[in-house]
T-cell receptor, first 112, second 113 residues
Framework: KQEVTQIPAALSVPEGENLVLNCSFTDSAIYNLQWFRQDPGKGLTSLLLIQSSQREQTSGRLNASLDKSSGRSTLYIAASQPGDSATYLCAVTNTGGFKTIFGAGTRLFVKA | DARVTQTPRHKVTEMGQEVTMRCQPILGHNTVFWYRQTMMQGLELLAYFRNRAPLDDSGMPKDRFSAEMPDATLATLKIQPSEPRDSAVYFC???????????FGEGSRLTVL
């Protein structure tokens, strides 16, 4: 059974700092890994999708990496801004059944 | 602007009442997921469909929950009878099998008194 863990659970940083969010998964037989952002009271917004054959994806100040063999992914946010404050969730889609399982998320607060 | 649409956005009901939540997936998407989000449990997968066929509903309490896709433009999640512990935000998401990217609706916030 796939389990997804995100560390840290919460993070507070000053504006401008670079930061890394971590995601680990127990079953390496994945189809893809996706990072989402969720603002309070809102739905989830897809940030980056990494296919199992890829090592990383970049979008603006965001960079996500994937190491399937070790069961890890990181989301790197450069030059953080107060608008980045949100909960960031990692989701893994397994091969075969294509079931998508989420981690508990990392709540990020960027102080102005 | 293609998006997943969920109704109702908010629902307050009394214990024992039937609740039906609806989802319109993005046109052309053939995979639909239902998730439940609570502070304690986070996002839990309840059920998912591919080409309208249910693939897995092992996350749902079978005695009170049911999920269906009457057609390609509508997915429903029904709770009967509802209980206070069902209070949560229910999300629908749709996607294409090839890319696997998921797109979420805004959610239906359910409060059972």
């Amino acid at each position: 059974k796939q389990e997804v863990t995100q560390i840290p659970a919460a993070l507070s940083v000053p504006e401008g700092e670079n930061l890394v969010l971590n995601c680990s998964f127990t079953d390496s037989a994945i189809y893809n890994l996706q990072w989402f952002r969720q603002d309070p009271g809102k739905g989830l917004t897809s940030l980056l999708l990494i296919q199992s054959s890829q090592r990383e994806q970049t979008s603006g100040r965001l960079n996500a990496s994937l190491d399937k063999s070790s069961g890890r992914s990181t989301l790197y946010i450069a030059a953080s801004q107060p608008g980045d404050s949100a909960t960031y969730l990692c989701a893994v889609t397994n091969t075969g059944g294509f079931k998508t399982i989420f981690g508990a998320g990392t709540r990020l607060f960027v102080k102005a | 602007d293609a998006r997943v649409t969920q109704t109702p956005r908010h629902k307050v009901t009394e214990m024992g009442q039937e609740v039906t939540m609806r989802c319109q997936p993005i046109l052309g998407h053939n995979t639909v997921f239902w998730y439940r989000q609570t502070m304690m449990q986070g996002l839990e997968l309840l059920a998912y469909f591919r080409n309208r066929a249910p693939l897995d509903d092992s996350g749902m309490p079978k005695d009170r929950f049911s999920a269906e896709m009457p057609d390609a433009t509508l997915a429903t999640l029904k709770i009967q009878p509802s209980e206070p512990r069902d209070s949560a935000v229910y999300f629908c998401a749709s996607g294409l099998r090839v890319s696997g990217e998921l797109f979420f609706g805004e959610g239906s916030r359910l409060t059972v008194l």
